[in-house]
Each structure stands twice: as structure tokens, then as C-alpha cells.
């Protein structure tokens, strides 16, 4: 079964999504976002889990990315888009991009990022060379073809904590290291589904330029619009390549 991630800005999948089931938040890992919600988005079976919870309550540092990813799987999901709201450091990714990043970094810390913590977790290692599944990446490409939507497709996520802004220091710098974006909730999410041998892409939607790439200061305002008008682009491109998917 394929699962949406919804980010910010994408909380629901509309009134086309008809919910069959939804799973308690309640895991060995402690209780997920939301309720994973199973359900028939037009003639597809879908799982959809917003990272945030309803209404934005969960913050990046504090989402509980170990007890989404173990809900998902045990509700028999075995790939996963997750959508992600990014800032643009590369001069390609200017607001309103839509992105699909093929490596990240990981800037995060204090966060739960491994399955494997205990006694026998020796030698449960995996290699994540390519966090991100290139097949699920070749849907997505083709859907946006379809659609006639510009999709950049290729990138390096770079992760922070949050729930703060970078600084232009900050920037500068992982722009040296080879990112193109940056955000706060790509990982351990990617990691975690590659131990749970789920499949796994993100689909970056760009909604302000990082700190310090253009003379302006980052504005909510600015975010929350790009944010409405890239959603409208995102939900015909999360169905085109869903249906690629489970073909």
C-alpha cells in the first residue's frame, strides 16, 4: 500500500478521500501525529498520516518520527511519498519550485533516528548511499510530465531541528556542503523507513528563499502563500503518480 506524508500546508487529501479505517496512535514507540487514516482517494487504497498533526500542533523537533513510521508499517504500508516544505539555498530553487531531491545531509540532533537502540540492534546496519527510492522518483517525474508541471529532479535536502529558522552563516554553509534545500523533517523519517524496508521519496515543495540568499528577511506571510498556491499543484501531482504507483 502507498502512504502520503502530508507536510505543512497539507493536512487532509480532500473530499475525494473516503476513509475506510483509521489506526489508533498508540505504538511501542509512544503515539504518532494523528491517526493513520486508511481510506479510497478516488479508485486508489491510500494511507495518509499528517507529520504535523491536525492543525499543525506537532512541531519538526518534536514529531515522534519512530512512531509514525512503525504505524505506517504495521497498517501494511510499503511505500511512502512524504511532502515536505523546504527552503530553496540553490539558485534553482526559488519559491513555488517542486522538487525531488535525490541525497540529503543531516544537520538534526537529539532526535530518535534509529529502530535499532537495544540489545539486539548489534550489526543491524543498512545502507542508505540513496535515501531515496529511485522508482517511486521515476513515477513522480513521469506524473509531472503528464501534467505539464516543471519538476527539478535532483537536489541535496539538508535537515534541520528547527522549530527556528537557519541563519545566513548556517546557510552559507550547507550551501558549500552541496545542499539545495533545507528543512526541518527530512529525517530521521528517511532513515527510519529504510529499516523498515519501506520505499521511500520526498517531494519538496519550495516556499521561501533560505536565510541570507536574497536581501530580505523570512516572512510567514510569504510562506503561508506560497504554501496555498503550491498545494494546488501538489494534490493533482500526489494522484497522477499514485496511480502510476499502483498500476
Given amino acids: 500500500m502507498l502512504a502520503i506524508i502530508g507536510g505543512s500546508g497539507l493536512y487532509s487529501l480532500g473530499q475525494d478521500f473516503h476513509l475506510l479505517d483509521q489506526k489508533s496512535r498508540k ?16 479508485e486508489l487504497e491510500i494511507a495518509f498520516l499528517p507529520r504535523h498533526g491536525a492543525g499543525h500542533r ?14 505506517l508499517k504495521q497498517a501494511g504500508v510499503s511505500r511512502i511519498i512524504a511532502v515536505n516544505a523546504v527552503g530553496g539555498v540553490s539558485t534553482d530553487m526559488a ?10 545531509i543531516d544537520y538534526s540532533s537529539g532526535r530518535e533516528h534509529s529502530f535499532f537502540d537495544g540489545d539486539d540492534s548489534v550489526g543491524r546496519h543498512v545502507d542508505f548511499s540513496q535515501p531515496y527510492s529511485a522508482s517511486l522518483r521515476s513515477c513522480l517525474q513521469q506524473a509531472a510530465g503528464h501534467l505539464g508541471l516543471e519538476l527539478v529532479m535532483s537536489g541535496t535536502y539538508g535537515c534541520t531541528n528547527g522549530p527556528r529558522f537557519e541563519t545566513a552563516a548556517e546557510i552559507e554553509r550547507m550551501r558549500r556542503d552541496g545542499c539545495s534545500l533545507v528543512g526541518m523533517t527530512g529525517m530521521p523519517e528517511a532513515g527510519l523507513a529504510r529499516e523498515l524496508e519501506i520505499e521511500y521519496a520526498c517531494l519538496a515543495l519550495v516556499v521561501n528563499w533560505a536565510a541570507g540568499i536574497d536581501d530580505s528577511e523570512i516572512s ?9 498556491q503550491g498545494i494546488q499543484q501538489l494534490s493533482p501531482l500526489l494522484l497522477a503518480a499514485a496511480r502510476l504507483i499502483e498500476a
Fill in 58 to 71: 506537532v512541531p519538526p523537533h518534536a514529531v515522534n518520527y519512530r512512531a509514525n513510521l512503525w504505524a
Fill in 95 to 104: 519559491p513555488r519550485t517542486l522538487a525531488l531531491p535525490h541525497q540529503l
Fill in 220 to 228: 510567514m506571510e510569504e510562506i503561508m502563500t506560497n504554501l496555498e
Fill in 27 to 42: 505504538t511501542p514507540y509512544g503515539d504518532t501525529s494523528a491517526d493513520v487514516l486508511l481510506g479510497r482517494w478516488h
